[in-house]
């Protein structure tokens, strides 16, 4: 058979599987093939009824349609079966129900305007040759989405290997918005990768997309037909349109930046597309308590807020995430972006507790009783932390088990700011394992996560978002941006703690290196000389590690 929609060959009747192996799909009605079927050496395969069907609409036999009725579903609403609402278009592969379809009683599931589609067109991105309607046998990407094709109908020149989809092959060239009416929209590709200002998603390089080269004003295809009105109860109670003007900030995320909005007319306020279904209330992993979505702070203070996860200002008159509990503040595209940092929580839940208030019971930790002393005269090691004794203690009688009064008080779970599984991790001891934050191997306590069954030693769990390094007036702040800073303790360049206004910063290891700790070479416990060297000159001369035995056995000692 010579069919109008496979220019290239002629397609041959196999009466048995022209494969050596294998179901045969057809490529039309995407069912398998038995017995006699319409085959190309191109891994083209049709039923005889389809290649006949599809052949008919090519030769534009419109009699033979004539007697089969179109149904209008956004009219026709009833009788539509499970079937029909997962049925797809043979001709362009789009959910049947979007548009007028012919009835399924003839054996195909067909669009109306598929059947009618022009058999050649010419393209204004493709001059040299026309198009012409085919089956996508050389699985050509659309020239204008980018998206890979299946064997489904597309308009294309085979020598050039040039295709666009039904779809795109129709879409207009040049439009005009009414947000941006100084200049039309030309549909091309872009070289530069510029936010779309609807979505506000980044384009990729050489994107077809709609562009003003004067204004750098860009559209995505899709973003163009957006709603006029979006409603999403779930995350906020009126329904949001779309304004035809550019604004400013967003008042949900805080970002600055002219882009077209959507606005609330009841709130007065104006935000992004994707913005409308910001959770309003999530947990962030950097925190313990939930925080809630605010789009703005009824705030007395003068003073400015800083983010806490990348340090820069928020401002407070548009949105962002914080917990009142805390003065937690967080900007809202550094809590969402990544899936893994954050969960949204109905707020109508019950919220589950933080950390525990009750202490480890030491019966776990340890089988006898232990017994509180401030004897410090010999050198004694504490079995949970593994630092020096040089305070009061819990020592057992029967065995040399020593621990700290404070270690032998710690929570039994604690909520680790670090950890991205967000669970209380529980107080565990009685085994060798490496920390997997600073990366030592230890015999100390744990806190044990049962879920991803993460390890962490005390010193990593103990420390603070915010700790205090002695020597220093301020608390630092843990920066995870793109750069890395300079740590004052080692001298490497890495993300570390930081406090912005003395340009002073810590990597993991140094901000938790103990301030004394016990050498071979001496009886007397060693000072870490870092907070002397803040104190004197604000920088580390030179840094030299002691030899590390196991963990305490670390600090600082100025040459």
Not at 9 to 15: A, D, M, V
Not at 81 to 96: G, I, M, S, Y
Not at 344 to 354: F, G, H, I, L, R
């Amino acid at each position: 058979m010579n069919h109008p929609f496979h220019r290239n060959h002629n397609l041959n009747l196999f009466t048995r599987n022209p494969y050596l192996a294998g179901t045969i799909i057809c490529d039309f009605s995407r069912k398998t093939c038995e017995n006699f079927v319409y085959h190309c050496s191109c891994n083209l395969d049709f039923h005889i009824k389809c290649a006949l069907f599809s052949h008919s609409i090519a030769e534009k036999k419109n009699v033979e349609f004539q007697d089969i009725s179109r149904i209008d579903p956004s009219i026709n609403t009833g009788n539509v079966t499970e079937e029909l609402k997962k049925a797809e278009c043979f001709a362009c592969r789009k959910p049947l129900l979007d548009s007028i379809y012919f009835s399924p009683n003839c054996g195909f599931y067909l669009h109306a305007k598929c059947v009618d589609l022009p058999a050649e067109i010419n393209h204004l991105f493709h001059q040299e040759h026309p198009l012409f309607l085919q089956f996508n046998s050389q699985r050509l990407s659309c020239k204008i989405c980018q998206k890979p094709q299946g064997p489904e109908f597309v308009y294309c020149c085979s020598p050039c290997k040039f295709a666009l989809h039904i779809q795109c092959a129709t879409i207009p060239t040049k439009i005009n918005q009414p947000f941006h009416r100084k200049h039309p929209l030309i549909l091309q590709s872009v070289d530069e990768c510029l936010p779309c200002q609807i979505c506000q998603e980044t384009t990729n390089l050489n994107d077809f997309v709609y562009f003003c080269s004067i204004c750098k004003f860009v559209l995505h295809i899709r973003c163009v037909s957006s709603p006029l009105i979006i409603e999403d109860k779930l995350h906020h109670e009126h329904s949001f349109t779309l304004f035809p003007r550019q604004v400013l900030y967003c008042d949900a995320c805080g970002t600055l930046g002219n882009y077209v909005p959507y606005i609330c007319s009841t709130c007065g306020i104006f935000v992004h597309k994707n913005c409308i279904s910001v959770p309003r209330v999530i947990k962030f992993y950097r925190h313990q308590h939930r925080i809630p979505h605010t789009y703005f702070l009824d705030q007395n203070e003068s003073e400015p807020w800083e983010c806490r996860f990348c340090l820069e200002e928020v401002n407070t008159e548009h949105g962002s995430y914080f917990c009142s509990k805390c003065n937690y503040i967080v900007h809202v595209k550094c809590a969402t972006k990544n899936s893994r940092w954050y969960y949204e929580v109905d707020s109508t839940e019950t919220e589950e507790a933080t950390d525990s208030d009750e202490p480890v019971d030491l019966r776990e930790i340890h089988p006898h009783n232990l017994i509180l002393s401030g004897d410090i005269r010999d050198f004694k090691q504490c079995h949970g932390c593994l630092l020096p004794i040089d305070t009061s203690y819990c020592y057992c009688s029967q065995c040399d088990f020593f621990l700290h009064k404070a270690c032998a008080a710690l929570r039994a779970k604690k909520h680790i700011w670090f950890h991205y599984c967000q669970k209380l991790l529980k107080l565990t001891s009685g085994c060798i394992f490496q920390c997997c934050m600073c990366k030592y191997f230890t015999s100390g306590f744990a806190y044990t996560c049962d879920k991803c069954k993460e390890r962490f030693c005390l010193r990593c769990s103990l420390l603070s978002d915010m700790p205090k390094c002695e020597g220093h007036e301020h608390r630092l702040r843990r920066f995870t941006g793109e750069s890395k800073e300079l740590c004052r303790g080692c001298g490497t360049s890495v993300h570390a703690f930081i406090c912005k206004p003395c340009n002073f910063n810590l990597d993991w290891n140094c901000i938790t290196l103990p301030l004394k700790t016990q050498h071979s070479f001496d009886v007397h416990l060693l000072n870490s000389l870092i907070t002397l060297m803040i104190t004197i000159i604000q920088e580390v001369i030179i840094v030299i590690f002691v030899k590390r035995k196991g963990i305490p056995n670390i600090g600082f000692i100025i040459v």
